[in-house]
């Protein structure tokens, strides 16, 4: 092999490392993990229920639980969130058994539909230069009776100048994919 050949065999083999970095750094990372399931009825109302904050982030599960109605609500689901009104996100964060309480009052004097509800695990900027967004969160599907019919989980993180929110929307987005409706 000529010097002349060798030269343009290693010019292309750069390039395609050069190729695949800008198309790894282009997409972000991300994670899911599902169960399969039985078939879930579309139709019932999904409620929201207090989420788990088992991250770093104070308030963190007031944030994705608003989310996960929002996503749920535009694949065109009838979503309801537990209020709010009573207690303060800040006092939930405190006393989580509170707003607990208060929300399954709630729903007891609701019409059959299915509970959703999971666990924040990572909500967060990383540390450094671009300060990435990172987020990770467990979803779960229960019949009114609080038997779990779906479980799944989620992690996603972006670039620099990315927003936290958009990571969330997207990794809810993932997940809720994953439960099969009819």
């Not at 009104?85 to 058994?97: F, G, H, N, T, Y």
Request: charged share 20%.
């Amino acid at each position: 092999m000529t010097s002349k050949n060798k030269a343009m065999v290693q010019l292309k083999a750069v390039n395609q490392l050069i190729m695949g970095f800008l198309l790894i750094t282009l997409v972000g990372c991300g994670t899911t993990v599902s169960e399969s399931t039985a078939v879930l009825d579309q139709s019932r109302t999904l409620y929201i229920m207090p989420f788990a904050n088992q991250s770093n982030m104070p308030m963190a599960q007031s944030q994705v639980e608003e989310l996960v109605a929002s996503v749920l609500s535009a694949q065109g689901f009838t979503v309801q969130v537990y209020p709010k009104d009573r207690i303060s996100d800040v006092q939930a964060s405190l006393e989580p058994e509170r707003r607990g309480e208060e929300a399954r009052v709630w729903l007891s004097q609701q019409p059959t539909g299915y509970i959703v509800q999971g666990a924040v695990h990572e909500w967060q900027y990383k540390f450094g230069l671009d300060g990435e967004p990172a987020v990770g969160l467990t979803l779960t599907v229960s019949d009114m009776n609080q038997a779990e019919l779906w479980r799944g989980s989620t992690s996603r993180s972006g670039w620099g100048r990315e927003s936290i929110t958009r990571m969330g929307i997207k990794a809810i987005s993932e997940i809720t994919e994953e439960i099969n409706w009819r």
